[in-house]
């Protein structure tokens, strides 16, 4: 059994970060937080522009993936994804309850949808070693939660999940955000627990099928490269002072 990190997680001025108990010193600023606040400037502009002219729309899809990684874990938790399907199908429509409105109706159909695609998959691994993994890493200072880790006949495998409305085309930050996930896990667990060479992001679309990605030892430390200079851009734009150019991390 993997031990999860004992972290305390915090609203900041700039996005969440976590800190270690005992220990108020260091601030582990979380992996989305590092990833958002570094990207070029024409990027924030435009994803800032499309907000304004969808809104409500991020919101929305943020809470539905919120509400399925709740589903999976919950189901992982009482075995339910190695039931039958009408035993499936029941314990789903329980957890969604009845739809105050139109607009729950929606999301709840849209959740059905989504938990029914990912069964197959979640049947097809040997075991689920932890689920909302939260992770750190001494060094580098970032954190973060990974949604779930595998064993495939002897192979940790960490795995994301990636809700949309239709298959993604682009991953974007998504591997650079897997990579910092699994050099974490390493770094804490690895000697002790086995180290994980493999990623997995889990596109779980409303429209089409599920489309899984995977990354091995090559493509993440590729993608782990990039998260460092991400890494460096983030530091360098919220913590460096003129004065002194020192690091207040």
């Known amino acids: 059994m993997i031990p999860q990190s004992d972290l305390i997680q915090h609203a900041g001025t700039i996005g969440r970060y ?28 435009a994803l800032d522009k499309w907000n304004t002219a969808n809104p409500g729309v991020a919101n929305k899809c943020s809470n539905r993936g919120t509400c399925f990684h709740a589903l999976v874990d919950e189901s992982l938790k009482y075995e339910i994804h190695k039931q039958d399907i009408f035993t499936v199908r029941r314990w789903l429509l329980e957890q969604l309850g009845e739809a105050a ?9 849209d959740l059905y949808t989504l938990f029914i695609k990912v069964i197959p998959f979640l049947r097809s691994y040997t075991s689920v070693v932890a689920t909302e993994l939260r992770l750190h890493h001494p060094k580098l200072l970032y954190a973060g939660t990974a949604d779930i880790l595998l064993n495939l006949d002897g192979i940790l495998l960490l795995a994301d999940w990636k809700t949309s409305d239709t298959p993604k085309k682009n991953m974007y930050d998504n591997p650079c955000q897997l990579a910092a996930y699994i050099m974490a896990y390493n770094y804490l667990y690895g000697e002790l627990h086995g180290y994980c060479s493999v990623g997995l992001i889990v596109n779980v679309p409303v429209e089409g099928d599920i489309k899984l990605r995977y990354y091995d030892s090559i493509a993440l430390n590729k993608h782990w490269l990039h998260f460092k200079e991400r890494l460096s851009t983030f530091k360098k734009r919220y913590f460096l002072t003129q004065s002194n150019a020192k690091l207040t991390f």
């Not at 108990?21 to 400037?41: N, Q, R």
């Not at 409105?101 to 159909?109: A, C, I, S, T, Y």
């Open 18 to 45: 976590y800190t270690v108990p005992g220990d108020e010193s260091h601030h582990y600023h979380s992996v989305t937080t590092i990833l958002s606040k570094s990207k070029a400037y024409a990027q924030n502009y």
């Open 101 to 109: 409105n139109d607009e729950e109706k929606k999301q709840h159909k």
